[in-house]
């Protein structure tokens, strides 16, 4: 069963919106479990103090890396520690494959200005973002990463092949989607899809997903490019 484990200082918003739809219910099925600790139980003052001044001046607070730490040390075993972080690596789907690969995930839920370095050096901590934005804590990118993360569990989606053709899984995005009705607003579903031929439906949405890839992401239209030399 795969666990994950945050850091953070407001426990309370786990697991959030993980705890509805396909997640929420693999979470009531056992699939996979979550554990919230409060870094404020580690503060050694009776205000549950975190952070402090940085360094060299400057505006906001740094998590400090003897409080930060004494969580890590009392609570990790095994396995990979994760930062959420506007600075870190840049979250793909290829990273997230090999996360679901963990037993046990623990993610540190940064706040304030970021966190002393020191400790993300003690603990080897990956650093990792999930968008060239900034939040106003790491709680929320730990939702969006465990979310990616726990639908590629076994028996998440129910329906594996539900995870083959999707966008990132072979370095293209995902061609367009149609359902009832065929008929909509003058708009119609293109014939092929309903033509029942196949190996003409895989066709036309092959073509889609790179017309599409092309158009809105050259970087992984060459990302493909490159693998098909490969």
């Given at each position: 069963?795969?666990?994950?484990?945050?850091?953070?200082?407001?426990?309370?918003?786990?697991?959030?919106?993980?705890?509805?739809?396909?997640?929420?219910?693999?979470?009531?099925?056992?699939?996979?479990?979550?554990?919230?600790?409060?870094?404020?139980?580690?503060?050694?003052?009776?205000?549950?103090?975190?952070?402090?001044?940085?360094?060299?001046?400057?505006?906001?607070?740094?998590?400090?890396?003897?409080?930060?730490?004494?969580?890590?040390?009392?609570?990790?075993?095994?396995?990979?520690?994760?930062?959420?972080?506007?600075?870190?690596?840049?979250?793909?789907?290829?990273?997230?494959?090999?996360?679901?690969?963990?037993?046990?995930?623990?993610?540190?839920?940064?706040?304030?200005?970021?966190?002393?370095?020191?400790?993300?050096?003690?603990?080897?901590?990956?650093?990792?973002?999930?968008?060239?934005?900034?939040?106003?804590?790491?709680?929320?990118?730990?939702?969006v990463l465990l979310d990616a993360v726990i639908?590629?569990?076994?028996?998440?989606?129910?329906?594996?092949?539900?995870?083959?053709?999707?966008?990132?899984?072979?370095?293209?995005?995902?061609?367009?989607?149609?359902?009832?009705?065929?008929?909509?607003?003058?708009?119609?579903?293109?014939?092929?899809?309903?033509?029942?031929?196949?190996?003409?439906?895989?066709?036309?949405?092959?073509?889609?997903?790179?017309?599409?890839?092309?158009?809105?992401?050259?970087?992984?239209?060459?990302?493909?490019?490159?693998?098909?030399?490969?």
């Amino acid at each position: 069963m795969f666990k994950a484990t945050v850091f953070t200082i407001f426990p309370e918003l786990f697991p959030g919106f993980l705890g509805y739809s396909l997640t929420g219910k693999a979470l009531e099925d056992g699939l996979w479990s979550i554990e919230a600790i409060n870094i404020r139980d580690y503060a050694t003052d009776k205000h549950g103090s975190v952070d402090d001044t940085p360094c060299g001046g400057g505006a906001g607070m740094v998590m400090r890396a003897d409080i930060l730490g004494s969580a890590i040390s009392a609570n990790y075993s095994k396995g990979k520690i994760i930062a959420m972080s506007p600075k870190g690596k840049p979250l793909t789907q290829d990273m997230v494959r090999q996360y679901a690969k963990e037993e046990q995930l623990y993610i540190v839920c940064g706040r304030f200005e970021g966190i002393d370095e020191r400790v993300l050096e003690a603990y080897d901590i990956e650093e990792v973002s999930i968008g060239d934005y900034v939040l106003t804590g790491g709680e929320q990118a730990a939702q969006v990463l465990l979310d990616a993360v726990i639908r590629l569990l076994p028996n998440v989606l129910g329906n594996e092949e539900s995870t083959v053709d999707e966008s990132f899984e072979n370095n293209l995005l995902e061609y367009p989607q149609y359902t009832r009705p065929t008929e909509w607003q003058g708009r119609v579903v293109p014939e092929v899809l309903l033509s029942g031929h196949h190996k003409k439906i895989a066709d036309w949405r092959l073509e889609q997903s790179i017309k599409t890839t092309q158009d809105r992401r050259p970087d992984l239209w060459k990302k493909y490019l490159d693998s098909k030399k490969v």
